[in-house]
């Protein structure tokens, strides 16, 4: 079955720290992988995404994101936290390919805490 | 482009109501899709539209839920007899087909059940 696991469900890091949020997948296939972030009672923005080629993709805010095959896995992480990165996490998964229908499947989210 | 809309943000409804919520995409985008996200989870797909078809639906999408999107523009998502476990937010997103899943999101519709 076709599944994102996002093993920490709440992380606090002090600002200025480095971060890594965790993503794990299951799928058939090589999917596309996104991550986006959801502050306090708003929609998703995407940070970045992987569609192919280079592993290491960066995206929006300073964030960046590691494809490893072997480990099923897209790590998103970010060298220095910022206060305002506080927001809920969402790593997420799609198809990839002819007939891909744009349908993402979600991982249980990460929420971030930034200490002062 | 101002994004994708969705309207309203926040209803509170009786149990056994009907509700309705509307989502507006981004223009030129020919796909459309709904979520639903319950607290402390990630989104849930429901179900998605290419232009004014409706190509996929959840199982998640009981009889009680249905959805439109007369002309391929705006679309509209209906809950019938709502039940207090319906109580969610529900995103809507929309793609361009050559996104390739490249979903952008609206604010959400805050449905709280009493």
């Known amino acids: 079955a076709q599944s994102v696991t996002q093993p920490d469900i709440h992380i606090t890091v002090s600002e200025g720290a480095s971060l890594e949020l965790r993503c794990n997948y299951s799928?058939?296939?090589?999917?596309?992988l996104f991550w986006y972030v959801q502050s306090p009672g708003q929609g998703l923005q995407l940070l970045l995404k992987?569609?192919?080629?280079?592993?290491l993709v960066q995206g929006i805010k300073g964030f960046e994101a590691e494809f490893k095959r072997s480990q099923s896995s897209f790590n998103l992480r970010k060298p220095s936290v910022h206060w305002s990165d506080a927001a809920e996490y969402f790593c997420?998964?799609?198809?990839?390919?002819?007939?891909?229908?744009?349908?993402?499947?979600f991982g249980q989210g990460t929420t971030l805490q930034v200490k002062p | 482009d101002t994004g994708v809309s969705q309207d309203p943000r926040h209803k509170i409804t009786k149990r056994g109501q009907n509700v309705t919520f509307r989502c507006d995409p981004i223009?030129?985008?020919?796909?459309l899709y709904w979520y639903r996200q319950t607290l402390g989870q990630g989104p849930e797909f429901l179900t998605y539209?290419?232009?004014?078809?409706?190509?996929?639906k959840s199982r998640l999408l009981s009889d009680r839920f249905s959805a439109e999107r007369p002309k391929g523009s705006f679309s509209t998502l209906e809950i019938q007899r709502t039940e207090q476990g319906d109580s969610a937010m529900y995103l809507c997103?929309?793609?361009?087909?050559?996104?390739?899943?490249?979903?952008?999101f609206g604010q959400g519709t805050r449905l709280t059940v009493v």
């Open positions: 539209f290419q232009n004014e078809a409706q190509l996929e």
């Open positions: 799928y058939g296939a090589t999917p596309y």
């Open positions: 997103a929309s793609s361009p087909i050559q996104g390739a899943g490249v979903a952008f």
């Open positions: 992987y569609f192919s080629g280079d592993t």
């Open positions: 223009s030129e985008h020919n796909r």
């Open positions: 997420a998964v799609g198809g990839n390919g002819y007939g891909n229908t744009g349908k993402l499947i």
